[in-house]
């Protein structure tokens, strides 16, 4: 089954980190690009950062520049996102997705997409 698989995520203090992992089975992450997204309640989806196929290049929604890393292991199939000093406006479910192309911090031709993990960030 071709699928990609989120987590790391839970609840976490202001100020606290977390580190989300995504996945692949069944298929190679080598050949694609890979970006995050999240949606809070009540709003739109947003990309949030995304990596190109070789590791080479990371681009990051201004909001979470300097406090959000993504990264790559392709020997280990997975993508991590590196989230530090969380602010409440960060909660949301994220989800990453496997696509041909970043443009900026948004990762287009999407082929494949998890099914997210929550991430709540509250005192």
């Known amino acids: 089954q071709l699928q990609l698989v989120e987590s790391g995520g839970g609840l976490v203090q202001p100020g606290g980190s977390l580190r989300l992992s995504c996945a692949a089975s069944?298929?190679?992450?080598?050949?694609?690009?890979i970006g995050w997204f999240r949606q809070a309640p009540g709003k739109e989806r947003e990309g949030v950062s995304c990596?190109?196929?070789?590791?080479?290049?990371?681009h990051y929604v201004d909001s979470v520049k300097g406090r959000f890393t993504i990264s790559r292991d392709n020997a280990k199939n997975t993508v991590y996102l590196q989230m530090n000093s969380l602010k409440p406006e960060d909660t949301g479910v994220y989800y990453c997705a496997a696509g041909s192309v970043c443009s900026g911090y948004v990762c287009y031709g999407r082929t494949y997409r998890g099914q997210g993990t929550q991430v709540t960030v509250s005192s």
């Open positions: 069944g298929f190679t992450l080598d050949y694609y690009a």
């Open positions: 990596i190109t196929n070789s590791g080479g290049s990371t």
